[in-house]
């Protein structure tokens, strides 16, 4: 009869049946099946501008997940692959949002409006063109700078097709390798630092989430630069390839912001000569320094020229130094988010070389605007992040204490150290807490290693009784074996008695009965 109560018999009938069910498969089998349905419907509703990104996001995740898994079987810490995957997933997703802002919020009031239309183009005339017999195309600017970053989505939409989201989510893929280089050079170069939380805090950081995940020159700049960093660890560690890695990469930040490549090399130039000599020298040794010094020199000078050329400045000293900074100053004091909102729009703040500013720099820098300063949401969600960062770096003062130290016994902390200083120094120039907020993120990867240093031993006596320390950071630039506990000895068995000479007693676990 309808309505009956069931018996406990068809209650037990139906937990065996779902316990039968294959549930992962069965959720696959959804997720794909909506995946499908979802890319019929865009394919149909929308230009390709759209449903191209159906396609794009999981070639993406095909292409990159065999290389993570490669990258996390090498690596002794447990649950890495998940966390890499869960960062490439977070860092994909996030391009979504950054477009939202680009052509919702602001109604395609961005560049990478402007790049996609123009590496539309250029992607149109490459599908043509005989490659083989030259290519002749006029950007209409010089190649550096902007007209670069139009040859890389050129040469990106010629592959995936002009997608707009699609493109988007390619820059975003681009930006998350350069944080997972900056993550492995720390695990190369300084071995001792909390490397699990450093990769907690690169990868999932709203503002290198956010900002670099759109077409455009942060994206690209998040991967070059995080290409030279590894370069930069291998060559201090001594490891094969490390001049292929820095010539890419600072060509590739170059090519964009010679004035940041200038910065690196300056940080690159203090790390190798304060970098620790082997205990065993060879007879070419010292030979190898001094070439390899001349070499990073010589590129540090011509990266000066490159930016005195960018920058249209004459010569490389301190006065074409502090002209290019006083005019990006008056560039960017427009908008709603200035910072000096009492100067004339068109006034040009002189800049000045003084040291005696630095601190005052890297504090506008890292951790501005305040919340008091936000002129419009974003500016107050911005600085939420900032103020989180600063209540971390006061918390992490007794590790910061240490850095004169490390400088020494850790070059990779010179380096990161050198560039964040003259970074904050460089652009506290930028007078807008809008652009000051996107730029911030060339420097952020860097900054953030002063907060995972070590301990002192004092203080880590504590936590290293909780768990061991992990394999790299007892022996620097070497994988060996997972440390794995030894089980407790066991005590051995007592002798056997007669059961007529011995009583079991309580302790033993036998009965006290007569």
Request: proline residues 8%; aromatic residues 10%; glycine residues 8%.
């Amino acid at each position: 009869m309808p309505g009956a109560p069931r018996g406990p018999g068809a209650t037990g009938t139906a937990t065996a049946v779902l316990g039968r069910v294959p549930w992962p498969s069965a959720v696959a089998a959804t997720l794909v099946t909506g995946y499908v349905t979802l890319f019929v419907l865009a394919s149909v509703h929308t230009s390709y501008d759209t449903w191209g990104a159906l396609l794009i996001l999981p070639a993406l995740m095909a292409v990159s997940t065999p290389v993570l898994a490669r990258i996390a079987a090498a690596n002794p810490e447990r649950d890495v692959f998940r966390l890499l995957l869960l960062a490439m997933t977070a860092k994909l997703l996030c391009a979504f949002p950054r477009y939202l802002m680009a052509f919702v919020l602001y109604g395609g009031a961005a560049d990478a409006k402007m790049y996609h239309q123009k590496g539309s183009d250029l992607a149109a005339y490459l599908d043509q063109a005989d490659l083989f017999g030259g290519i002749h195309y006029d950007l209409g600017m010089k190649v550096a700078g902007t007209g670069f970053i139009i040859i890389v989505t050129g040469v990106v939409y010629a592959i995936t097709g002009p997608s707009l989201i699609g493109g988007f989510l390619v820059f975003s893929w681009l930006g998350f390798w350069g944080l997972l280089l900056f993550w492995r050079a720390l695990q190369i170069a300084f071995p001792e630092a909390d490397t699990r939380k450093y990769a907690k805090l690169v990868f999932f950081l709203p503002s290198l989430l956010f900002w670099p995940s759109s077409i455009g020159k942060d994206a690209w700049m998040m991967f070059c630069l995080g290409l030279t960093t590894y370069g930069t660890a291998r060559l201090l560690d001594r490891r094969f390839g490390a001049f292929a890695c820095i010539a890419l990469g600072s060509l590739g930040t170059a090519m964009v912001r010679p004035h940041v490549t200038a910065l690196a090399g300056a940080g690159l130039m203090v790390a190798y000569v304060l970098r620790r000599r082997p205990q065993q020298v060879s007879a070419l040794g010292p030979l190898r320094t001094i070439l390899t010094a001349v070499v990073l020199g010589a590129m540090v000078v011509l990266m000066l020229q490159q930016v005195s050329t960018f920058f249209g400045t004459d010569g490389t000293g301190g006065d074409a130094v502090s002209q290019v900074l006083t005019e990006t100053s008056r560039r960017t004091s427009q908008g709603n988010s200035m910072i000096n909102a009492t100067a004339p729009e068109d006034a040009a703040p002189k800049f000045s070389l003084n040291p005696a500013g630095l601190p005052v720099a890297v504090i506008s820098v890292l951790f501005r605007p305040f919340p008091f300063e936000a002129s419009n949401i974003q500016n107050l969600i911005q600085s939420v992040e900032c103020f989180a960062l600063l209540v971390m770096f006061i918390r992490a003062w007794p590790r910061l204490s240490r850095l004169p130290r490390l400088f020494v016994q850790r070059s990779y902390v010179a380096f990161a150290a050198v560039y964040t200083l003259l970074f904050c120094w460089a652009f506290s120039t930028i007078n807008n807490m809008g652009i000051l907020s996107r730029e911030r993120v060339q420097v952020l990867p860097l900054a953030l290693v002063l907060l995972v240093v070590p301990a002192a031993a004092a203080s880590r006596g504590a936590a290293a009784g909780r768990r061991p320390p992990p394999v790299w950071r007892v022996a620097p630039g070497q994988w060996g074996a997972r440390h794995r506990a030894e089980p407790p000895a066991l005590a051995p068995p007592p002798a056997l008695s007669p059961p007529s000479a011995v009583s079991p007693s309580p302790s033993q676990g036998g009965s006290t009965a007569p």
